[in-house]
């Protein structure tokens, strides 16, 4: 009886502790079911306004759907901007719903199934001092070193907008974004953005895909998974792609991507990337780009630059100041008018070549100065063949060092007309104005291929020209170089033949040439070739100008304006055997030198004529005493000049000065005087030359004399 009375009363106990639980509940659920979330709003605006120093309001309806995994959804949610900015909101969406998932919270993480933003606008901006609206005044706050952060499973965006200002980068560009796939699970679903607006002052478009929010979440929480980029599109003229990943997204390194750009020329890239690039025609380049910390490397380039393939290596590191740029270039097939921009031959921006003013051939533009103290570069570059519209350049190498504004290069090298050119160049833009020095050495070089237009006859055979410039230059511009030049050039050459006809003309001999028309065209040899310039203030001043053949001694006096582009020659041919009729007047070389005029001095030929023409009138064959011409002319002393043309020059025009009327002349030397520097020695009968379709002119042999041995000696005497 006791027993059955206990069971009763306990189960009555219990039944009214059910029934309070259940009324609790029951109270709790209408409460939560009937609570105006909207309460909240204010105390999370002021939390939020807390933790990041700006203004935030939820100024729509705040709602939550009970479950397992309740939903919170916020209306009209707006956060100020920073302080120093003109516009007032940061951000604005439409909607905000955040999915919360209660089981894994009881756990201790924070898994979030769905993000959904609908209307979301973001706006991120720089001021003149290069401060971002991003970054908040947060408070700091400790974390757990196990602590993983927030998982997000599903985000998806509808009709988000983002707008970037710069102003420092004359930058106004929108981006919109929106998940690829909106009606089903996101999670492993790309963003699709579409970029338009100016970029550096320049019209942007760009459209492409970035990785989806596992991507996204595992990169920025772990940076275990690489998040990839995909875009295309241009900035002005310039066409860029690029498909790779980024590793680090909070510091925007770990880039590793295939790219691809073209444009009109590389030197509208200096505005978009801060590298000083030279002016170029329309390229087109590929490769792969690595950004890692301060370190720009892009391998594996390939592609054009105008007619010029281009492969090799590029970095930049940022970390230096300035910027060092570390270049490894080579090309296959390199058009040497391609790097004309260098010497500032090409528009910045069109990469089109500048045409010069009139009858000028050297480039007036100014160097950057600019572009040569943002950064300092060691760039080496090797051409394997070359192209050229007039040279006959076979390859090319060039070692570049720029320092602190202080360009080198060293080695410039040049194969030129089957022989080479060797210099080194120093330009110091660092003074005003830029100081410019050249040592220049060519050697080898076959004249015939040098200067495929100066007509030596089908049949001449050109000898080896060799020679040296040692320049001091000042000037901003090619021009301004060449027109301050102060040092000395020389070139010189030995051996070879050339057409027997153009020399008797260069003396305006009327009966050889005659002769030769009939008889037909032979070759002669050439002893040397002597050209000795001094430049003083772009003046090239001839000190020694000489061609010594068989028949004739050319020589040339004159100057070479290189500040005006004029030409002032005049060159005098000295026969060495009779003619019965020259007019005997030097030949002229005047004008511009992109259009240089050659014609004959009339005055002496015409006053030639005018006598025999008077002594016509007395007896017809008078008329020929005029226009004979003895000949006599000396060799020149062409060893002494090929080893040291200063100074053997120096003596030759002692020689012909004291030789002049009124001086006091010397005897050459006869082996001179024979041309035995390059023939047989006098008094050696001259072996019969190999049969040829074009036999030379036979040289009698000077008789065999004793005498004493003198200094060889040229003359200029009649």
Partial sequence: ???????????????????????????????????????????????????????????????????????????????????????????HARSLAVQIDLWQLFKGHVVLPLVALDAPRVLLERNEKGQGNWAFDLKPRTTRPDSEGVDIVTLRVDDGLVRYLDPRLKSDVTIKAHSKASDADTRHSRLVIDADGRYQNQPLAVAGEIGSVTDLQQTLARGQRPYPVVARGHIGPTRVSADGTITNLREFSGLDANFSIAGRSLAELYPLIGVPLPATPAYSVRGNLKHSGEIWDLSRIAGKVGNSDLNGEFKVDRGQKPQFIQANLSSRRLDLKDLSGFLGARDEQSGQTIAVPGSKVLPQNTFNVEKLKVANADVHLKGHRIQTEKLPLDDFEAHMLLKDGVVTLNPLNFGVAGGDLRSTVKLDSNLEPFRTQADIKVRKLELKRLVPKLDLGEKASVGLVGGWAKLDMRGDSVARMAGSANGDIALLMHGGSTSKLIMRLANLDVANSLAILLTGDEQIDIRCAVADFEAKQGNLITRTLVLDTEKSVVKGEGTIDLKNEQLDMRLRSDPKDISLAALRGPIVLSGPLGKPNVRPSLPQPTGRVAVAAALATISPPLALLPLIELGGAEDTPCAALLKNPRKAGKQLQEQEKARAPGGKGTASDPAERQGTWNRTPTGTPTPAPAPTSTPKTKVTPAPATTKPKVTPTAAGGK
């Fill in 1 to 91: 009886m006791n027993k059955n009375t206990e069971t009763r009363s306990w189960a009555r106990r219990h039944r009214t502790a059910l029934a309070v639980i259940g009324t609790v509940l029951a109270l709790l659920i209408a409460a939560i079911v009937l609570f105006d979330w909207n309460m909240l709003r204010g105390p999370i605006a002021r939390r939020v306004t807390a933790e990041t120093g700006r203004s935030f309001a939820i100024n729509g309806d705040l709602d939550v759907r009970l479950s397992m995994r309740p939903t919170v959804t916020a209306n009209d949610l707006v956060l100020g901007n920073t302080a120093w900015s003109k516009e007032p909101t940061m951000a």
